[in-house]
C-alpha cells in the first residue's frame, strides 16, 4: 500500500446512509486493507422512515452482489411500478408516474409526439395506454422484464421496491460485518479537529474513548454532525419552492393484497404517501408548518390509513434544500447530512447511491486534491439540482385553488431552469434530458400530463406518418400493451412464488 493511500475510513451513523456506505465501501475496497468503521448510537437511532425506492437501486444490489429474492424477503418488499399521485393537478384528478417508457420510438423521435398528434387529431387512445407500468399498475400485476420476449413491452418492464428501510439497514449491516467492516456503538459528543489542516482528526464517544481515521463519512442525519457540526459547510435552503417542513409517519395493517405502486395523495397542506409492504403499510402526512399543526396533521393522516396503526405517529422536522460543500476537507456527507428533498419521488436513498458511486470514482488518498473535491461537489449539487426541478414541477404545476398552500405554490416564481423546460414544452412538446440527469423525457412527461400541462404543438416529424399508419401504429402499440399486461400474473402471486417473506 503506498504511503499516501487512506487506510482508515470511519463513517459516522449507521442508518441507511451509513449501511449502504459500509456494506459498499467494504465490498469494493476488499483487500486493499483498509479498515473500516462505523460508529452509531442506538439511543438516538435513525429517522425510522424511507420506504419507496426507484430502479436504480437494482443496480446498488447486483453490485454488491445480492440476490434480489433473497433481498425481497429479508426487507418484506413489494414492487414498485410507479406512484399514482392523486389530487394534484386538481382536486378529483389522479394518474400514475411509471418507471419506463410510453409506446416506442419511431422515425428518431419520442413517442409521445406521435401521441400528441393523435390526440390533437381527435385519437382517444388516453397515453397510459401506451405504458406497460400503467397497465399493470392498475391490474395489480407484476413480472421482471423478459428480454427473450425482444419487440414485446414485457421485455421492457421497469420496475423499483417498496421496502422497509430499518430491515434493509440490518441487511447491509450482516454483509458489512462480514466484509470486516467493525462497528462501534456510542454517541459521539465531540469532533477534534487537526491543527494544523482543519480536517477532522478523531471523534469522541460518550465513554471517553476516541476513533480517528484518514477520512469521515458523516451518516449522522439532519443534524449533519461533522460537515455542518464541526465543518460549518453551509446549507441552501430551498423552502421558497418546497414549502413542505414536516413530516409524521405512522405505518398500519395491510388490509388486501399489496399494490405494486405507491401511492401520493395531495391534502390542502401538503401529501399524503401510501406504501405497501408485505408485512403491513407505510403512511406518511408531508406538511407545511406555515398552514397546519401537528395534531391536525396527524388527524388527517389516520383519516387516511386503510387499516389499524401499528405504531404510535413519528413526527419528522426538515428543511428543503442542499449542502453547500457535500465534501469538505476530509469529510464527506451522504443521506440526510448531505441534504434533504421532500420524498414525493422516492430520490434520498437513489442519492446515497450515487453519493457513494461518485465518491469511489474520485475516491481520494492523504492528500485530498482539492479540484477532485471541487468536482465532487459540482456533480453533487447538479444532481440535487435537477431533482429538484423535478419536485417543484408538482406543486407548480396546479389548478388546484382550495387552500393557500396550493395558491402560494401555483403563483411561486421557479428557478429559470424549470421555467425553460416548461416553456419548451409547452410550445413543440420537446423534453430534454441534460447531463444524463435522473428522471427521464417519460417522467417529466407523465407528470406534465398528468397535471394538464400541454403543448400547442408537436415535433414536425410526427407528422411525416399518413394519418391511416399513424392509426395503425397507435392501435397496434395500445393492444401490445394490453396484451402484456394479460400475460402478467398477479403481483402477490409473483411475491408468493419467488419471494414471499417468512414474517
Ligand atoms: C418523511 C420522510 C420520508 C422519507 N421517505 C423516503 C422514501 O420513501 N424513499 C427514500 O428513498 N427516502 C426517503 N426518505 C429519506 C430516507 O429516510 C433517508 O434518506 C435515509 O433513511 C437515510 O437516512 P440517514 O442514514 O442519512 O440518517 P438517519 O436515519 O437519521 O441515521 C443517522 C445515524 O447517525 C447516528 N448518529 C447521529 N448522531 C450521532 C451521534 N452524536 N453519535 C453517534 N451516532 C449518531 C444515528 O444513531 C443514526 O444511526 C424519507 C425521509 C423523510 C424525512
Known amino acids: 500500500m503506498s ?53 436504480h437501486i437494482q443496480y446498488f444490489n447486483r453490485l454488491l452482489g445480492i440476490d434480489e429474492d433473497e433481498f425481497v424477503r429479508r426487507t418484506c418488499a413489494t414492487f414498485k411500478l410507479g406512484i399514482e399521485f392523486v389530487d394534484w393537478g386538481q382536486i378529483g384528478e389522479r394518474y400514475i408516474h411509471p418507471f419506463g417508457t410510453y409506446g416506442q420510438e419511431m422515425e428518431g423521435i419520442h413517442f409521445h409526439h406521435f401521441w400528441y398528434r393523435h390526440a390533437q387529431a381527435g385519437g382517444t387512445l388516453p397515453l397510459d395506454r401506451f405504458s406497460i407500468g400503467v397497465g399493470a399498475a392498475r391490474a395489480g400485476k407484476f413480472m421482471r422484464p423478459d428480454p427473450s420476449r425482444r419487440g414485446s413491452p414485457l421485455a421492457g418492464i421497469s420496475y423499483a421496491f417498496q421496502f422497509d428501510a430499518a430491515l ?19 454517541r459521539i459528543v465531540d469532533v477534534t479537529l487537526n491543527g494544523a489542516n482543519g480536517h477532522v482528526d478523531h471523534v469522541v464517544l460518550d465513554d471517553g474513548s476516541s476513533v480517528a481515521g484518514d477520512m469521515f463519512i458523516d451518516c449522522s442525519g439532519f443534524r449533519g454532525l ?20 414536516r413530516a409524521v409517519a405512522r405505518p398500519c395493517a395491510r388490509v388486501g393484497d399489496p399494490t405494486p405502486y405507491t401511492r401520493a395523495t395531495a391534502t390542502s397542506v401538503g401529501w399524503r404517501w401510501r406504501i405497501p409492504l408485505q408485512s403491513r403499510t407505510g403512511n406518511g402526512h408531508v406538511y407545511c408548518s406555515d398552514y397546519v399543526d401537528d395534531d391536525t396533521a396527524l388527524a388527517m393522516l389516520n383519516d387516511g390509513l386503510d387499516g389499524a396503526p401499528l405504531s404510535d405517529p413519528n413526527f419528522l422536522r426538515f428543511t428543503a434544500g ?14 440526510l447530512a448531505a441534504g434533504f428533498l421532500e420524498p414525493l419521488e422516492s430520490t434520498s436513498i437513489h442519492l446515497i447511491q450515487t453519493g457513494i458511486a461518485r465518491l469511489l470514482t ?8 482539492q479540484p477532485d473535491i471541487d468536482y465532487y461537489n459540482r456533480r453533487t449539487r447538479l444532481e440535487y439540482e435537477q431533482v429538484r426541478d423535478f419536485l ?15 395558491r402560494r405554490c401555483r403563483d411561486m416564481a421557479i428557478p429559470a431552469s424549470l421555467e425553460e423546460r416548461i416553456a419548451i414544452f409547452r410550445e413543440n412538446a420537446r423534453l430534454y434530458r441534460h447531463d444524463n440527469e435522473l428522471f427521464s423525457e417519460t417522467s417529466w412527461l ?5 397535471q394538464n400541462v400541454h403543448p400547442k404543438r408537436h415535433h414536425p416529424i410526427a407528422d411525416i406518418l399518413s394519418a391511416e399508419e399513424l392509426d395503425r401504429r397507435m392501435t397496434h402499440i395500445a393492444g401490445a400493451m394490453d396484451a402484456g399486461v394479460r400475460a402478467m400474473p398477479d ?12 414474517s
Do not use: Q
Not at 446512509?17 to 479498515?35: D, E, K, Q
Not at 434493509?168 to 456510542?186: I, M, P, Q, W
Open 3 to 55: 504511503e499516501a493511500n487512506i487506510r482508515g475510513i470511519v463513517i459516522v451513523g449507521g442508518g441507511t446512509a451509513g449501511w449502504m456506505a459500509a456494506a459498499a465501501l467494504s465490498h469494493m475496497l476488499a483487500g486493499s486493507g483498509m479498515a473500516i468503521r462505523v460508529v452509531e448510537s442506538e439511543a438516538i437511532g435513525t429517522v425510522g422512515v424511507g420506504e419507496a425506492t426507484i430502479p
Open 168 to 186: 434493509y439497514a440490518k441487511y447491509l449491516r450482516e454483509r458489512a460485518e462480514a466484509a470486516g467492516v467493525v462497528r462501534t456503538e456510542g
Open 226 to 245: 461533522l460537515i455542518e457540526g464541526a465543518l460549518n459547510a453551509g446549507y441552501d435552503d430551498w423552502r421558497e419552492w418546497l414549502p413542505c417542513d
Open 322 to 335: 442542499v449542502r453547500r460543500k457535500a465534501w469538505d476537507r476530509n469529510v464527506v456527507a451522504l443521506g
Open 362 to 369: 474520485n475516491f481520494p488518498d492523504r492528500s485530498f486534491n
Open 392 to 406: 417543484i414541477l408538482h406543486y407548480k404545476a396546479t389548478a388546484r385553488n382550495d387552500s393557500p398552500l396550493w
Open 446 to 450: 407523465a407528470v406534465l400530463h398528468g
Open 491 to 502: 403481483h402477490m402471486a409473483f411475491i408468493d412464488r419467488f419471494c414471499r417473506s417468512p
